[in-house]
Structures are given as C-alpha cells and as structure tokens.
C-alpha cells in the first residue's frame, strides 16, 4: 500500500550532523577538501547511505558517486544533488544540503511505497570548490565533456599533488565514462551563499544563471635584498607588486560597478622573511561578472595593469588561467518551475543570478537544469559560520508527490522545506 511520502526532519538532520562531524574545524565549520582523507571519508559515508536506501551506486572515472533510483528503464533520469567537499574553512551546508536533501527524498519516497516514472539519480560531483584543485566544478565539467579525462588528472594542487595520484590513493577511480548518464533535467538544491533572499524576506530564489568567471594566478619575480641596506628606489619588490595588484583588482572591480566582482584570494611570498625584500610572489586574482563583454572588459584592464606594473617595479610578470566560463542562463522552463511550485506551496520566492560557480552551470551543456536556492544568514559562505535559518515551520504533510516525471519537483521543494526547519543548530561562535 502506498501512502503520502512525508520527509523526516530528524532523520534528515541526524544526516547532517553525522555527515559534518566529518573534517569538523575546531571552532565551527568544516574542512573536506576534495581527494583528501576527508573527502573521501564523506564519500564512504554517501555511499553506504545511498546503498541503504536500495539505491544503485555507480562511480565514474573522475569519481563522481551517482546514485539511482528505479524508474521506466527506457526514459532518461531526473538527475539531482551537488557536491559534499568544502573549501578549506568551510561551513555545514555549501554543497551537502543539496546532496543530504536529495537522499531524504528518495527515503520519503520508499517509506510511502512510491515509485517514479523516471528513475532519480542522486549525485555528489568531484571537486566543485576548486580551491585545492583547479578548476571549480571539475567533476561535472568533466561529466558533460568540457574537460578530458587526461587533462583533469593532471592538474597539480596547491600542494603539489595531482587530481589523479589522489583520486586513486582515495580508491575513487570508478569505472564507468562520465556522462554514463544522459539525464532529463538537473536540478541543485543550494544555499544562496549571499544576502538577497534574506535580506527581502523570502525564501525560495529560483535561480536564472550563474556568473561568467576567470581565474588567473600571477607569478612576480623579483630579486632578494637586505631590507635594511638596500635603498628604496633600487628595490625589484615583488611583495609591493603583488600589494598593487590587490589593490587593483579591488580599484577596478569598484570603478565598473555593477555586477562586477574581484577578489585577490591567495597571495604566497618566497622567502617570507621579516628582513629579506621578497623574490617571488604568486597570487590569484578572481574576476565575475555576469555579462560576457564585461568581463572581458575586466581581464583587459588587469592584463594593461600588470604590464605596466613590471614595467614600474622592475619585475618579472607571467599568467595562467586556472578557470574561464562564460556566464550560463538556466532553461526558463526550469525557472519558472520553481516558481510555480514556490507559489504552490505558499513560498516567498523571486527569481535571481548566481554570482557563485555550480555543478549547475556545468550541466546546462547537457539537459535544462536550474537551481533551488534557500537564504544565508548574514549572505555568509566559505565561512565557518555559514548558516541557514528555520524560518520556514516545515508543513510536514506531503499530500501528494508527483510522479517525477519532468517538470514536477514538489518532492525535492517539500525536501528543501523540510530542510530548511532542520537547520536549527545556532552559528558557531568565533574562536
Ligand atoms: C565556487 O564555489 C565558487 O568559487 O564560486
Ligand atoms: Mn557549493
Ligand atoms: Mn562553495
């Protein structure tokens, strides 16, 4: 007999629990860098959940973990989920809320005895941060044919490991190609990671696109000095150049004004003494805008920027892109789904961009896929004291879930309410 799935806010927040105690930071948040004995700790921990719930597990050869619900075996999957690594002082929801509700749905569907006429997949994607690996959102770009197999393995992490050495010390090289799957649609349930929904008082964003973004590092040379006999005008400094370039990006990201963001994230100096003028200094430098023209714009300014900077400073500049994409626009079809099911079950909800990078944007090259956003406390993210309000009371009762036959959701929108009431734990304090 079948009855009305109902999602189960404790089950669901026992999940998120457990899972986080996985790279617990000391003070809050969580640190699940991907390939790491963290990340692959979690990915143990998925699988075996999905396994529970009867789901069939399949990893691909970037280790992407998709997990499948049965359905008719001849119409393609509804595919959902995100990813569970972390930045390196990460929160408790980027990523696994998408992931950890995706699974409380399929449980609220088999505790009610229901099946869909497309089969689910549920899927936790490799490395979308980026930030020990670049690019972000590597397993899903790798999913949908943007980067080979070969080149992905070879990317050499911040620590001088490569995706590949790790994917295999972690025991994640599954077999299967990726793109094994060609899905119906995609859908990702996430944190907005930023103020607006919160700050206008709702509570479902039905998001239009996502950003277009460029990541450069940017190696300076100089040449090693006694800081105390080397006068200042005969100085090749390169910490000072690198201090300008901080301060560029900044400088140019306030003149364009607009949707203009830049952001110099990571700066490392050699030798790193007190008394010893720097000799080299490499940093990052992160440009976004959603408008292509823009941005592009935006990488001109910053390439005339450091020519003259060399020029002046007496350095040695050079450039790799670590991460190029184009702005993405979501299938409106999509979008408006959301909103339409927002209304329907009494949701504050406006449509906005993303100026955050999603598996997402990756899997628009593949079927129409949109994103579920839910609001940030304070619009924080890639902070510790990450957080998402209860402000929804969850109205438990799921009278009817729809056959998940694209374009009816309601399940995972009763799942990210359901969600949304689990998240009662206060901020971690400071340390
Ligand atoms: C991915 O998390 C990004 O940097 O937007
Ligand atoms: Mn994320
Ligand atoms: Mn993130």
Redesign the pocket.
């Known amino acids: 007999m079948t009855t009305s799935p109902r999602i189960d806010l404790d089950r669901l927040l026992r999940r998120l629990d457990t899972f986080n105690q996985i790279g617990a930071l000391p003070g809050g948040g969580n640190c699940r860098l991907a390939l790491t004995d963290e990340d692959r700790a979690g990915r143990d921990l998925l699988v075996r959940w999905m396994r529970d719930l009867g789901l069939i597990v399949t990893i691909d050869a970037i280790g992407n973990i998709v997990g499948v619900r049965g359905g008719r075996e001849d119409l393609p999957p509804v595919m959902f989920g995100s990813h569970i690594d972390t930045?390196g002082t990460g929160g408790r929801y980027?990523g696994l809320y998408g992931v950890l509700a995706g699974l409380e749905a399929c449980a609220a569907l088999n505790d009610a005895g229901r099946a869909t006429r497309r089969p689910l997949a549920l899927v936790a994607f490799t490395n979308?941060?980026?930030s020990r690996f670049p690019p972000?959102?590597m397993g899903s770009l790798v999913y949908v044919g943007g980067l080979s197999l070969d080149d992905a393995y070879a990317v050499r992490g911040i620590d001088g490991a490569t995706v590949g050495e790790e994917l295999r010390r972690i025991g994640y090289v599954g077999e299967a190609s990726p793109g094994f799957l060609s899905p119906h649609a995609y859908l990702e349930l996430h944190i907005e990671q930023g103020p607006v929904l919160e700050s206008e008082g709702l509570v479902i964003g039905a998001v239009e696109g996502i950003t277009g973004?460029s990541w450069t590092e940017v190696s300076i040379t100089g040449r090693s000095a006694h800081a105390g006999t080397t006068p200042m005008h005969l100085r090749r400094d390169a910490a000072c150049a690198a201090g300008e370039i901080a301060l560029f990006v900044r400088r140019l990201a306030q003149s364009m004004g607009g949707h203009q963001k830049g952001t110099v994230g990571r700066i490392e100096l050699y030798p790193n003494l007190v008394n010893v003028i720097a000799e080299r200094a490499l940093l990052t430098v992160?440009l976004r805008n959603p408008d292509e023209s823009l941005l592009q714009e935006a990488e001109r300014q910053l390439a005339g920027f450091l020519d003259r900077l060399a020029a002046e400073e007496q350095v040695a500049i050079t450039t790799r892109s670590l991460a190029r994409f184009a702005p993405v626009a979501f299938a409106t079809e999509m979008v408006s789904l959301i909103e339409t099911t927002a209304r329907e079950l009494g949701l504050a909800c406006r449509r906005l961009p993303s100026?955050?990078?999603?598996d997402a944007q990756m899997m628009a090259r593949l079927c129409p896929a949109t994103m579920i956003f839910v609001p940030s406390v304070d619009g924080l993210s890639?902070n510790v004291r990450e957080y998402t309000s209860p402000r929804i009371v969850a109205r438990m009762s799921v009278s009817e879930i729809r056959d998940c036959h694209f374009p009816h959701f309601a399940s995972l929108m009763r799942a990210t309410q359901a969600t949304e009431a689990a998240q009662r734990q206060p901020p971690p304090p400071f340390t």
């Open positions: 930045v980027d979308e941060e980026g972000y959102a973004l992160d100026g955050a990078g999603h890639h």
